[in-house]
């Protein structure tokens, strides 16, 4: 099936979930519930019983005319390594569970390091569904420390994602912050800035920080950000603008415009946990940030080798195999047809 959450909204929380705690909390409930009623997540059917929209889905794809009505940015490229189609999708799970779960508990911070799914572009465009990808990591075998922190990510972050953009109206200002985030933000909004870059300066990657102009280059060049840096990345530009409203409105902006699964709600609420403490509590005060956690180049120094970092994209290039790809491409019948499909641009 092609759904991206797990269950209806409605159905797991009636309304917006502060924490990731609580959202759990509710998970487990209805988990037993549905445990203790014999009515467990099952498989989906792959199979619509529509017969109309069957016929609709095998009809002769025009993809040149669906590409000129497309409303794009030209200039931001096509990336090369993701396959569309849920037969890509398919093997991208495959491929993910027998090449990297294994380091997903204890690697996944680490940008230098293969360890992510890569799996969020067949999610974003409906081509893998949450259920469906949940299920198979479940049934894997895999390591458990990597199979119980990759459904944490992938079920319980997903679904606090969905949660908030849903019933918050301002999930992508600062108006969607908790009361103590945005007093704290407002109070220590014209505190001074050491240093202060344009939009335009932010987006060239022309920063004084080699590991910040590197996330950004590797999100312009493969349309992805390490999820780590990501996270780094919208506090520097917090740290690095006029006011707490440009800082979001400027990551938000660039996310939605290079990453190939913009325009989402985890990118949403991962602008906003980094700038605005979307579900996140309140730390020490310092300036700038007031509240809102903080993250210094130091901190990614102790956690990763960062000349490794900076010089894989020092020059802007695609170095896609250390972040999630490669292992098992050929493993499964899918490889053939998904390797027919036709490349996707970012919109």
């Known amino acids: 099936g092609a759904g991206k959450a797990l269950s209806a909204l409605a159905k797991a929380s009636t309304a917006h979930s502060a924490r990731a705690k609580t959202l759990l909390d509710e998970w ?50 096509e990336i090369e390594w993701c396959t569309p189609g849920s037969a890509a999708a398919l093997l991208a799970v495959d491929d993910f569970i027998h090449a990297r779960l294994k380091r997903f508990a204890d690697k996944r911070n680490d940008p230098n390091v293969a360890a992510l799914s890569g799996l969020s572009p067949y999610l974003h465009f409906g081509q893998l569904s949450a259920q469906r990808m949940a299920l198979l990591v479940k049934k894997s075998g895999g390591a458990s420390d990597g199979v119980a922190a990759f459904l944490e990510e992938a079920v319980v972050r997903r679904e606090l994602a969905d949660n908030f953009c849903f019933y918050q109206p301002h999930y992508d200002s600062l108006q969607g912050a908790a009361g103590w985030a945005y007093e704290s933000l407002q109070k220590h909004a014209t505190d001074p800035r050491e240093k202060l870059y344009s939009l335009e300066e932010l987006e060239a990657a022309k920063t004084h920080e080699d590991i910040w102009n590197a996330a950004q280059r590797q999100m312009m060049a493969t349309g992805k950000m390490h999820g780590f840096m990501r996270m780094y990345w919208a506090k520097k530009i917090l740290e690095w603008t006029p006011s707490p409203e440009e800082a979001l409105r400027i990551a938000i902006y660039l996310n939605d415009k290079y990453s190939i699964d913009g325009r989402d709600p985890n990118g949403y609420v991962g602008c906003g946990w980094a700038i605005m403490g979307t579900h996140d509590m309140g730390w020490a005060e310092r300036p700038v940030f007031g509240k809102i956690r903080y993250m210094n180049y130091a901190g990614c120094k102790r956690k990763f080798d960062i000349a490794r970092y900076a010089a894989a994209w020092a020059g802007g290039g695609a170095q896609v195999d250390t972040l999630f790809k490669k292992g098992s491409e050929k493993r499964g019948s899918a490889s053939t047809a998904a390797s027919t499909k036709p490349k996707k641009a970012r919109s």
Do not use: F, N, Q, Y
């Open 28 to 77: 487990k409930s209805l988990a037993a519930a549905e445990r203790k009623a014999g009515a467990a997540a099952v498989e989906a059917p792959l199979r619509h019983p529509s017969v109309a929209l069957r016929r609709a889905c095998e009809a002769p794809t025009d993809w040149t005319a669906v590409r000129a009505a497309l409303t794009i940015d030209r200039a931001v490229a």
